[in-house]
């Protein structure tokens, strides 16, 4: 069974401080492996798909990494702006679905 | 904006009543799902649709139907409301090419 885990379930930052998110997973042939940003009472926001191990995206302060066994989501020198839920999920061969995980809860304080 | 919007945005329900939610896009995309979000479970996929007409059940489908008779619109239906579906519902779009999904701004509802 596909299996997405995330750690931690929580982590504040002093702005400028910068750390890095896990999500470790599990599938059977993986197609795709995504990251998404969710601000509190909103719809979570695509930020990057990763589709094999190796592969690296960036966006502003985020760079987004891959292995066969786990993603890694870097962030550089954060702002406040940054504090969001942040949400990985994966998308095997067979199905027609993603598989989330619980999500990381990022705080950064000014 | 993926152009994707939810009706209700906000619902509050008694036990036992029929609700529905709307999913509304203009991206014609074919696919679309209905997840639920709680505390403690993260995104549960509930039905999705694979095109007119087709659909099949996700990983929280009891008590929970859906249709779809248009492109552009996606029906998600509890038949008798209960308290565990108190929660807070996203209708989800993904294109032919693509794996990732969009998602819209959510329904908060709350069964009493």
């Known amino acids: 069974e596909d299996q997405v885990t995330q750690s931690p379930e929580a982590l504040r930052l002093q702005e400028g401080e910068s750390s890095s998110l896990n999500c470790s997973y599990t599938?059977?042939?993986?197609?795709?492996l995504f990251w998404y940003r969710q601000d509190p009472g909103k719809g979570p926001e695509f930020l990057f798909t990763?589709?094999?191990a190796g592969e690296e995206k960036e966006k502003e302060r985020l760079k987004a990494t891959l292995t066969k066994k786990e993603s890694f989501l870097h962030i550089t020198a954060p702002k406040p702006e940054d504090s969001a839920t942040y949400l990985c999920?994966?998308?095997?061969?067979?199905?027609?679905?993603?598989?989330f995980g619980q999500g990381t809860r990022l705080t950064i304080n000014p | 904006d993926a152009g994707i919007t939810q009706s209700p945005r906000h619902k509050v329900t008694e036990t036992g009543t029929p609700v529905t939610l709307r999913c509304h896009q203009t991206?014609?995309?074919?696919?679309m799902y209905w997840y639920r979000q709680d505390p403690g479970h993260g995104l549960r996929l509930i039905h999705y649709?694979?095109?007119?007409?087709?659909?099949d059940k996700g990983e929280v489908s009891d008590g929970y139907s859906v249709s779809r008779s248009k492109t552009e619109d996606f029906l998600l239906t509890l038949e008798s409301a209960t308290s565990s579906q108190t929660s807070v519902y996203f209708c989800?779009?993904?294109?032919?090419?693509?794996?990732?999904?969009?998602f819209g701004p959510g329904t908060r509802l709350t069964v009493t």
């Open positions: 989800a779009i993904r294109g032919l090419d693509t794996y990732e999904q969009y």
């Open positions: 599938v059977s042939g993986l197609r795709g």
């Open positions: 649709s694979y095109g007119v007409k087709d659909t």
């Open positions: 991206e014609n995309h074919r696919y």
């Open positions: 990763l589709y094999s």
């Open positions: 999920a994966v998308h095997n061969q067979g199905a027609q679905k993603l598989v």
